[in-house]
C-alpha cells in the first residue's frame, strides 16, 4: 500500500473508531452531547459536551470496554440522505448538531447520517467497511478542554483523544515509538541538556541559544560553511529591517503580509518589514552592477536571522519558531548552469545528511502540463529545466519520486524527505529554480552575444532552518551528538575528594 492510499486508510479507520467511541460515551453517559470527531496525525479525538459531568483519564478505560463491547456488532456503516428536517428532529437535543446542520443546509450541500450499531451519527462519510474486522487494537489516551469550533468564546467541551490499528502488535509498537519519542523530546532535552530557552519577557517563538546550545549551533554553521566555501559560495550579511518596498516588487506582501512583522521608523514615513527570507535583499546584491555572463555563475550564501509572525498556537520548540536562520544560499545563473549547479548542490546535500546518519528520499516536483497558465516562464524553459534535472537524478543513479503539479508557480524544484530516527519524515533540504524573482527585479547580465538577458535564480538550503535543525537533530541523537558537536567534550570525575580533586584540576587544565 503507498504511504498517501496508507495515510488515507488509516484516517478511516480513526475515524470510524471516533464514531465508536461517541456511542459508547452515550451508553455511559446519555446526557453528554456528542459534537465533531475527525482523524488527527496517529488517532482522532471526538469532542463531548458532559454537561454537568466532569470526565477524568481515570473514566477512560471503561469507555474503552464499552467500545470493545459494541465493536463486536459494528459490522458496517449504513448511510443515508435526509433531509434538514429530518436531521433536526433526530438532534433536537443537541445545539452543537443543529448548528452543523444549519451550516450544511446554507452550504447546498447533502445532509448524511452514519449507522453502525444503535448509533447514528450527522457525517460526511470516511469509514471503513467492516470496523469490527479492522479495528483490531484501539486505546484512549488522553482527556483534554477544547473550545467548540475552537473559539474562546464559546463552550468549553471535554476532548478524549484515542488511536486505533488493524492488529494489536501494530499498537503495542506505536506506543512503544510514543514512549521512545517522549523521552527524546527535544523540548525536554533541550532543557535537561542546557541547550536553548525561551523567555516570557523576550516573546514566544523567539529560541535563544545558551552557552551550550550555541557551540552545537556554531559548529553546524561551521560545517556548512566549509561545504558552501567547496561549492564557491560567497558570504554576504544582511539586515533583518527591509523597506516595504523590497517586499512590493519581491510579491512577498501580496502573498505573504500577514506571515510578516511590520517596523516603523520614528523618523519619516517609511514602512518596514522583518524579512522573512533572504531572496530579495540578494538580488539588490547581485544587482548592485552590470553583469557579464562571464561573472557567471554568482553564490551567494547567508545565514541571517529570518521572522515569521505564526500564530502562537502553532509555536512548538524549535521546529516553529518566529525567528530561525538558514543556511540559504542563492546562485545567479544561466540556463546551461542548471545541471552543473544541480548537481553540485546534490553532492552537497547527500554529504551533509550523510554527515548527520540522516536517510532520504527526492521528490521533484514538476508542473502540471495541463495547466500550463497557472505558471510563469516560457514552455520550452520549463520542459528544458525538468529535463535537465530528470536527467541529473538518472545519470547519479539517485532514486527519486516525481510529483507533477507540486512546483511553485516560479519553477520546478527538488525536495529532500527526510527520515530521522523515530522514523519521522521532515523536508529538509531544497533546491528550487526561478524564474520569477530575477524578473521581478528586472536583473540583467549581458550574454556572449551582446544581448541583455533575465539570469536563472537558483535557491537552496542543506539543513534549512537551524533552529529547527538542531530540534531534529536533539530528537534524532536522543541527546546524545556526536563528539564533533557535543558541547561537552570530556568531564573529569575524580573518584576521592581528597586526594584526586587537585589532579583532576591539574589535567582539566
Ligand atoms: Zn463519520
Ligand atoms: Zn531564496
Known amino acids: 500500500m503507498s504511504d498517501k492510499k496508507n495515510k488515507e486508510y488509516m484516517d478511516e479507520l480513526r475515524h470510524s473508531c471516533a464514531h465508536l467511541l461517541a456511542a459508547a460515551v452515550l451508553e455511559l453517559y446519555p446526557e453528554a452531547k456528542p459534537t465533531i470527531g475527525p482523524p488527527i496525525e496517529d488517532g482522532f479525538y471526538y469532542d463531548f459536551d458532559f ?17 470493545r463491547e459494541l465493536l463486536k456488532d459494528w459490522d458496517s456503516f449504513e448511510h443515508r440522505e435526509v433531509s434538514a428536517e429530518e436531521a433536526r428532529e433526530y438532534f433536537e437535543d443537541n445545539d452543537y448538531k443543529l448548528e452543523l446542520i ?33 479495528i483490531g487494537a484501539l486505546k484512549l489516551e488522553k482527556v483534554a478542554g477544547a473550545y467548540w469550533r475552537g473559539d474562546e468564546d464559546k463552550e468549553m467541551l471535554t476532548r478524549i483523544y484515542g488511536t486505533c490499528f488493524n492488529t494489536k502488535g501494530e499498537l503495542e509498537e506505536y506506543l512503544e515509538w510514543k514512549q521512545e519519542a517522549k523521552h527524546r523530546d527535544h523540548k525536554k532535552l533541550g532543557t535537561e541538556l542546557d541547550l536553548f530557552m525561551f523567555s516570557d519577557n523576550i516573546g514566544s517563538g523567539f529560541p535563544i541559544f545558551t552557552p551550550k546550545g550555541n557551540i552545537v549551533r556554531q559548529e553546524i554553521l561551521k560545517y556548512c560553511r566549509e561545504i558552501n566555501d567547496k561549492c564557491g559560495f560567497n558570504e554576504v550579511h544582511t539586515p533583518n529591517l527591509n523597506k516595504k518596498q523590497l517586499f512590493e516588487t519581491s510579491g512577498h506582501t501580496e502573498k505573504f503580509e500577514d506571515g510578516m512583522f511590520e517596523v516603523h521608523s520614528n523618523f519619516g514615513e517609511d514602512k518596514y518589514f522583518l524579512k522573512p527570507m533572504n531572496c530579495p535583499q540578494h538580488t539588490q546584491i547581485f544587482d548592485r552592477k552590470l553583469r557579464s555572463y562571464r561573472d557567471l555563475p554568482i553564490r551567494y550564501s547567508d545565514f541571517a536571522n529570518l521572522y515569521r509572525d505564526e500564530k502562537p498556537g502553532e509555536l512548538s520548540g524549535l521546529t516553529r519558531v518566529s525567528c530561525f536562520s538558514q543556511d540559504d544560499g542563492h546562485i545567479f545563473c544561466k540556463q546551461e548552469h542548471i545541471k552543473q549547479e544541480y548537481n553540485q548542490t546534490l553532492d552537497a546535500i547527500e554529504e551533509v545528511l550523510s554527515t548527520f546518519d540522516l536517510e532520504y528520499e527526492v521528490v521533484l516536483s514538476l508542473w502540471d502540463p495541463e495547466n500550463k497558465d497557472d505558471y510563469l516562464g516560457e514552455d520550452s524553459l520549463w520542459k528544458e529545466a525538468q529535463q535537465q534535472l530528470r536527467e541529473l537524478l538518472e545519470d547519479k543513479d539517485i532514486e527519486y519520486k516525481e510529483e507533477a503539479g507540486e512546483a511553485a508557480f516560479y519553477g520546478p524544484k527538488m525536495d529532500f524527505i527526510v527520515t530521522d530516527a523515530l522514523k519521522r519524515e521532515w523536508d529538509i533540504s531544497t533546491i528550487q529554480i526561478d524564474l520569477n524573482l530575477p524578473r521581478r527585479f528586472e536583473l540583467e547580465y549581458v550574454d556572449e552575444d551582446g544581448n541583455r538577458k533575465t539570469p536563472i535564480m537558483i535557491h537552496r538550503a542543506m539543513v534549512g532552518s537551524l533552529e529547527r535543525f538542531i530540534g531534529i537533530l536533539i530528537e534524532h541523537y536522543g541527546g546524545k551528538f556526536p563528539v564533533w558537536l557535543s558541547p561537552t567534550q570530556v568531564h573529569f570525575i575524580p573518584v576521592s575528594s581528597e586526594n584526586h580533586i587537585k589532579g583532576t584540576k591539574k589535567i582539566a587544565t
Open 51 to 67: 454537561e454537568k459531568e466532569s470526565i477524568s483519564k481515570d473514566d477512560l478505560e471503561q469507555i474503552e470496554n464499552k467500545m
Open 102 to 134: 444549519d451550516e450544511i443546509e446554507q452550504d447546498d450541500e447533502k445532509i448524511t447520517f452514519y449507522t453502525s450499531g444503535n448509533f447514528t451519527d450527522l457525517c460526511r462519510g470516511g469509514h471503513v467497511e467492516s470496523p469490527n474486522e479492522e
